[in-house]
């Protein structure tokens, strides 16, 4: 059993939970993610592993509330036990010394750019970061990054925070403006990373993605989270979840991605603790 330290609503789609697990916590690096079960007979949930601390023991996830197992997550508070906490998973991320990197996060995949970030700016890289989201309220973890970094950018569907536009937008912005960038890391949407890639690829910048398909068991043993890298299958819970961004399949990423859109769906409506679960 692994107790909660610390809930946070970071909005109110997304929420954060320290959770004591000294054994990811003396483990993990930036990349890997974990697997939880809220209780006994749940169903098991992979999550990227947005901060750690060796020496309090703790893990920190980041999760958005959007299904029956993660509304069941979202019932728990500080003080309280989650029954299973398995990790790390998942390979590192391959963080390696560049003179300038620019990390680029949509929505919950802001979380598991975070720790990318910081270890890089341990290196000694200058780190800049475009965050983004439908509006202001939906962008996470902007004080955390502001901490560390040398540039921050911000881009919204709305305009609330930032340029009006996607990342994309101001991506092209600053590479029209001259900034020159070694490596770009950029963690969220399918759709966002795919598109990322075509404009750094046309600019020759290396670009690293993180995927975040269909996994169950965590370790590539089911094949749910199969994807095609380079020509070849990959299994992002254990190839994975970091890969080289050029040679992604993103198209059939997506139509994976999808294939249980229908089913998701129908468990997002149920509810539970506010009177409609049966």
Do not use: W
């Amino acid at each position: 059993m692994y107790r909660i330290i610390k809930k946070e609503i970071l909005n109110p789609d997304v929420e954060l939970m320290v959770v004591h697990a000294p054994y990811v916590a003396r483990k993990c690096e930036p990349g890997q993610f974990i697997i939880l079960r809220v209780d006994e007979d749940g169903e098991r949930i992979p999550l990227t592993i947005a901060d750690y601390d060796r020496k309090k023991e703790t893990v920190t996830i980041i999760y958005q509330v959007v299904g029956y197992s993660t509304k069941k997550l979202s019932n728990k508070n500080e003080g309280d036990f989650i029954n299973d906490f398995v990790g790390p998973l998942g390979q590192p991320a391959p963080i390696h010394k560049v003179k300038r990197v620019l990390g680029i996060g949509g929505g919950v995949g802001i979380a598991p750019l975070y720790p990318q970030m910081k270890k890089m700016k341990d290196l000694g890289v200058q780190v800049d970061v475009l965050l983004g989201g439908r509006t202001n309220k939906h962008i996470i973890m902007e004080n955390m990054f502001e901490e560390f970094v040398d540039n921050i950018y911000y881009a919204t569907n709305d305009g609330s925070k930032g340029i009006k536009g996607f990342v994309t937008d101001k991506l092209l912005e600053l590479l029209e403006n001259g900034e020159k960038y070694d490596l770009v890391v950029a963690i969220g949407p399918l759709v966002m990373m795919k598109a990322i890639v075509n404009i750094t690829k046309e600019n020759n910048i290396k670009t690293n993605v993180s995927l975040n398909p269909i996994m169950i068991d965590g370790t590539g043993m089911c094949g749910g989270c199969r994807v095609t890298v380079g020509g070849e299958t990959k299994f992002a819970c254990v190839d994975g979840p970091d890969f080289d961004g050029f040679l992604v399949d993103f198209d059939e990423c997506m139509q994976r991605q999808s294939m249980y859109k229908e089913e998701e769906e129908h468990i997002c409506r149920i509810g539970i603790g506010d009177g409609n679960n049966a």
